[in-house]
């Protein structure tokens, strides 16, 4: 069955630090990855996607993930944190067969220090 | 509107009551999704539609849970005799096509069954 996993519940990083959010997938086929971010009180936004191609990509607020087949994995990074970036990251893997069906990650909360 | 637009935002109701929650996707959007976010349970696909036909419904968790889309637009989430643990915030999110093309949400319908 297709999962995700998102190992860490809740990040705390200084603002300026570097970060990392990891996320494993487990599914049969080449997978659709996504990144999505949710604010407080706002909707789901798109971060970045991998469908093939250079296995690190590029999305939007400074923000990279990188494709590892041979890991599953799919950890978003982001080389020095901003206080605004504080909020809940999701992430999500699909297939082409499947439609639209995303399967999510739990999330894991992001909390920035000054 | 510009975005994916949910109404109500929050809904009341009382337990064994019916609800209805409504989505207005993106116009021109021909992919709808369903999802639910709810505590311990993270986000949870219930069901796509491709026009108005729904070729995934294997979220719906009861037959309880319903959906309709008309028009290729509108969309109707309808859950009977609602129950504590229907509970959640509700999400929609359309995109263009389907998978391959950004799935951009609403801001939800948070339904509190008492």
């Known amino acids: 069955a297709q999962s995700v996993t998102q190992p860490d519940i809740h990040i705390t990083v200084s603002e300026g630090a570097s970060l990392e959010l990891r996320c494993n997938y487990s599914y049969g086929a080449t997978p659709y990855l996504f990144w999505y971010v949710q604010s407080p009180g706002q909707g789901l936004q798109l971060l970045l996607k991998y469908f093939s191609g250079d296995t690190l990509v590029q999305g939007i607020k400074g923000f990279e993930a990188e494709f590892k087949r041979s890991q599953s994995s799919f950890n978003l990074r982001k080389p020095s944190v901003h206080w605004s970036d504080a909020a809940e990251y999701f992430c999500?893997?699909?297939?082409?067969?499947?439609?639209?069906?995303?399967?999510f990650g739990q999330g894991t909360e992001l909390s920035v220090k000054p | 509107g510009a975005g994916v637009s949910q109404s109500p935002s929050n809904k009341v109701t009382e337990k064994g009551k019916d609800v209805e929650l409504r989505c207005d996707p993106i116009?021109?959007?021909?992919?709808l999704y369903w999802y639910r976010q709810s505590l311990g349970q993270g986000l949870e696909f219930l069901i796509y539609f491709q026009g108005n036909s729904a070729p995934d419904k294997s979220g719906l968790p009861s037959d309880r849970f319903s959906a309709e889309r008309t028009g290729g637009s509108v969309s109707t989430l309808t859950i009977q005799r609602t129950q504590q643990e229907d509970s959640a915030v509700y999400l929609c999110?359309?995109?263009?096509?389907?998978?391959?093309?950004?799935?951009?949400f609403g801001q939800g319908t948070r339904l509190t069954v008492v």
């Open positions: 116009s021109g959007h021909t992919a």
């Open positions: 999500a893997v699909g297939a082409k067969n499947q439609g639209g069906k995303l399967i």
């Open positions: 999110a359309s995109s263009l096509e389907g998978l391959n093309t950004e799935a951009f």
